[in-house]
């Protein structure tokens, strides 16, 4: 708390040596020197008060300013409450070597520990997806080959065993070519990789997955 300091009453302290009527040059030059430094008194008398209300106003401001923050402050911690994480969640002071304190830090480092460890499992797995993804994308790009080859064979036995069949029946004679060929013999799909699901946000826009491909078999 600031006091301002009380102003004197007008007048002068030493009366007995300024009242009087100098008998000496010596006398009147002392007068004067008094006089003057009782003006001088008055006037940092004066500029000490102004300072010291711009204190108090200063301080009235401040006090102010102050519960405007911790009102905020309250209604903010309210809205956020469960969801701050920081060891100066509500902005006191902390003795750092404290049991309290000292516990919570080694919680947060357990904790951040373990979000890491999580993190970097997650990237592993989805590591191993990938190339699963993509060893199954190469079996599978070899399969549809190896049945393409075997359709390609299979119409052409069709279109020979057609043209064969229309010739005998063009020249009246008994078709005797048995029957017409089947397909079959051909390489199912193999059950595609499971995608691991999305457990955060940078995970994302990694996916390495590829569409699905149909070769309509």
Known sequence: MVHITPKRQPGTHYPELLNVEPETDREGLLQRALHRTEAREACHEGHVIAMQVSLVLMQKYCDWVRSQLESHENKTKKRGQGKNKRLHGDGLPRLLTGDEFFSRVVHA???HGKEV???EAR???RDEHTKALGEWKARDDERKKCNKVKR???KRAVADWQAQRDLAKEQGIKWTGGKKPTLGG???????????P???EDEADESSGWEDDNDNE
Do not use: C, S
């Open 117 to 119: 460890a999580e993190k």
């Open 109 to 111: 480092e357990e904790a």
């Open 152 to 154: 390609d064979a299979w």
């Open 186 to 196: 051909v390489e199912k799909v193999e059950p595609r990789p499971k995608a691991l």
């Open 198 to 200: 999305i457990v955060d």
């Open 123 to 125: 990237k592993g797995r």
